[in-house]
């Protein structure tokens, strides 16, 4: 599985940005699919991931009611929808894919992750 993910840029706080992960591979829609950030000078935190049904999404508590995490079989794809955002929102985000596919349980650590894309940089400005 191989992802590219793009879509971040500066925006004001309050403001939205939809991030992009297009994915490769001809099992990708079998994986738990999640994005993850890491700020400047801290490690890299979960956000959000989709089951690889998508019928089912995990949030980090920070992020619930804010953003939304999608995917799309059709188009290979992952997003995220990101609303309400705030200046601690700053970091690049990654998309990734879980090491193993059909996970029934969730994993939130980036350690899970065997697969990832380059890191989108996200700006909220005050």
């Known amino acids: 599985v191989q992802l590219q993910a793009s879509g971040g840029g500066l925006v004001q706080a309050g403001g939205s940005l939809r991030l992009s992960c297009a994915a490769s591979?001809?099992?990708?829609?079998?994986?738990?699919m999640g994005w993850f950030r890491q700020a400047p000078g801290k490690e890299r935190e979960f956000v959000a991931a989709?089951?690889?049904?998508?019928?089912?999404?995990n949030y980090q508590d920070s992020v619930k009611g804010r953003f939304t995490i999608s995917r799309d079989d059709a188009r290979k794809s992952v997003y995220l929808q990101m609303s309400s955002l705030k200046p601690e929102d700053t970091a690049v985000y990654y998309c990734?894919?879980?090491?193993?596919?059909?996970?029934?349980?969730?994993?939130?650590?980036?350690?899970?992750?065997?697969?990832w894309g380059q890191g989108t940089l996200v700006t909220v400005s005050s």
């Open positions: 989709i089951n690889w049904s998508g019928g089912d999404a």
């Open positions: 990734a894919a879980h090491g193993r596919p059909y996970r029934s349980t969730w994993n939130f650590s980036p350690s899970d992750y065997a697969y």
């Open positions: 591979g001809r099992t990708w829609s079998s994986y738990t």
